[in-house]
């Protein structure tokens, strides 16, 4: 399979000729309906792996054979506020507006806290007190114990980022376009970097050497100094914003944009090489000297260090999120509503684990977005920016080549056309 990175000197000037303009707030994730879907980096812990549906539940799973433990159903999607464990508990956030606690070995409900607002965004703990965001525009603090406030941060938009612990500070990203720096003690801020984009952070967020790495939908990757928020540099993605942290690996930082792309940076900024799809990818997971990552075309992709194809995994559904290692196999989650693990050498299937029900629907990726197209003659084509969306038209064999070798086109986008069928009652199964 020979399908091969690009330089940033093989980097075509076409794109020239196009404009990319926002049209409103990114909202994909907040029109997807209930369904089986699955999109959860799960949590591995004690030969178990954590995870949440859009059926409403929460589920533990046998990791040596896919086999269901428990499950435990809220009154909302759990969407993208993926698990996090703590001294036999289990951690996550729902559409129903609540934090949940819940005994990792049995599923037994401990407690729960409810805010003003759907919580779409993952929690993380700390000194016994666990962080998370909700969309009221808070980032909360509570005791990790019991569930009881210790504090909470206002910012002036939803809170949908991991938040980034590290040397008594909490770091996270609001949609107000503001990446904060708080005392993790007491909330009080310390400082804050702005962007001129929604920061909407769906890894959890990249700190080392006093350096914390995060993206904002300018389009931009930063680096910013922990100590006192000094940028000391920026990386432009692409068009269509950023929304990952980078993974680290060996001296050199992978970090995926929403356009498609796989970039291999320098630890100063600089680019090393890309790799492209046609769609957007997921945060990558680095992992004995291979790059691993989904992608909205429904494949698992597996890359050397060099950025060549080694292997690909096809499923049925768009792959967002990151894939997570263990004992030399990979294990995601999919829109499929599918968790699979596979082989991290070979690709090949070891189990897959079906949630109840079928596929949500969801819109376009880029439907924030309108294409402006400059002709030679000057006059500006506007495409329809909610039925269409930007592709590049590469053969199969030429994708990971050259990402604006071929001509642009404009693709009619069918996905969210149609409602999905719910099955309420259907059973989860192992295969």
Not at 149 to 158: N, P, R, S, V
Not at 350 to 363: H, L, M, N, T
Request: net charge negative; with cysteine; glycine share 8%.
């Amino acid at each position: 399979m020979d399908e091969t990175p690009f330089s940033f000197d093989d980097f075509s000037v076409e794109m020239e000729d196009f404009e990319v303009r926002r049209t409103k707030k990114h909202d994909r994730m907040w029109v997807v309906e209930r369904g089986g879907s699955i999109c959860h980096i799960p949590w591995i812990q004690d030969g178990v792996v954590y995870f949440g549906s859009l059926n409403y539940n929460h589920y533990a799973v046998d990791i040596s054979n896919g086999k269901m433990l428990w499950k435990y159903k809220t009154e909302g999607i759990l969407e993208e506020s993926y698990p996090c464990y703590w001294e036999g508990r289990i951690y996550f956030g729902s559409f129903d507006h609540n934090l949940y606690c819940l005994d990792a070995k049995t599923g037994k409900f401990l407690w729960k806290y409810k805010t003003f607002g759907e919580i779409n965004s993952p929690p993380a703990i700390w000194n016994g007190r666990v962080y998370f965001g909700s969309r009221d525009q808070n980032l909360y603090c509570l005791d990790a114990g019991t569930g009881k406030l210790i504090w909470k941060f206002y910012t002036y938009d939803e809170v949908q980022s991991y938040p980034a612990l590290h040397d008594g500070k909490v770091m996270f990203g609001s949609f107000d376009k503001n990446f904060y720096c708080l005392d993790a003690e007491t909330g009080r801020m310390i400082w804050k970097v702005p962007t001129q984009g929604e920061v909407y952070i769906l890894s959890r967020i990249l700190v080392h050497d006093g350096v914390v790495y995060f993206p904002s939908f300018d389009n931009n990757l930063r680096a910013v100094r922990v100590e006192d928020g000094r940028q000391l540099w920026k990386f432009r993605t692409g068009n269509y914003g950023c929304v990952c942290s980078p993974a680290l690996y060996k001296g050199t930082l992978y970090v995926t944009s929403r356009d498609g792309f796989l970039f291999a940076l320098s630890m100063d900024g600089k680019e090393k090489w890309r790799y492209v799809r046609k769609d957007p990818i997921s945060i990558p997971e680095v992992y004995d000297d291979k790059i691993y990552f989904g992608c909205e075309d429904k494949h698992l992709y597996c890359l050397n260090l060099e950025g060549r194809v080694l292997w690909r995994f096809k499923t049925e559904g768009a792959i967002w999120l990151k894939p997570v290692n263990f004992d030399d196999k990979i294990l995601f989650t999919c829109w499929d509503c599918h968790v699979y693990v596979v082989d991290a050498n070979t690709g090949k299937l070891v189990w897959k684990f079906r949630a109840a029900g079928e596929p949500s629907p969801f819109p376009p990726p880029y439907e924030t977005f309108e294409l402006v197209m400059k002709h030679a003659g000057g006059v500006r084509e506007r495409e329809d920016k909610a039925a269409r969306r930007y592709d590049l038209n590469l053969a199969e064999e030429e994708e990971g080549t050259s990402a604006y070798k071929s001509r642009v086109t404009y693709q009619i986008s069918t996905q969210y056309s149609e409602k999905g069928k719910y099955q309420k009652d259907a059973d989860e199964e192992a295969l």
